[in-house]
């Protein structure tokens, strides 16, 4: 019976373990091309993508990144109120985004800029760290 228990326990692990991975691997090497300018602007508008430097309270993430400096991206997904949050490497809040989106997310960095992926949106979104730009 604790043979059976344990090995178990072990494939248990084992699916938990690849199903983690398959769903934590987001590739945004795809395909992009250039948005119109107006239709650009009417979705920046739409999803309102806003910086703020004040530390949130503490909270459940579902994705996260880390750049080769360190930086730490978090993203929560709160209903249509989404969050990114960026932490130096020792864990210091430096600043977040707050954006509206109807469906999830991901995130990724190029190089000090945050790349929002917009899944049910098909869009991607570069946000420039330095000077909160968007393109």
Known sequence: MLKKTF????????LFSITVYANSDINTEAETEIMA???????LN???????????????FEYFCVNENGKIAIGVNNSNDKT???YNDRGNFLYGYKF???????????????????VRSDVL???KTGDGGLS
């Open 7 to 14: 090995v178990l326990c072990i494939v248990l692990t084992a």
């Open 37 to 43: 300018d107006d239709e650009a602007r009417e979705f």
């Open 46 to 60: 739409r999803v309102s993508i806003r910086k703020f430097v004040t530390a949130p309270t503490p909270f459940a």
């Open 84 to 86: 990114i949050c960026v």
């Open 100 to 118: 509206k989106c109807d469906g999830t997310f991901r995130i990724k960095w190029d190089e000090d800029n945050i790349v929002i992926c917009f």
């Open 125 to 127: 979104v570069s946000v």
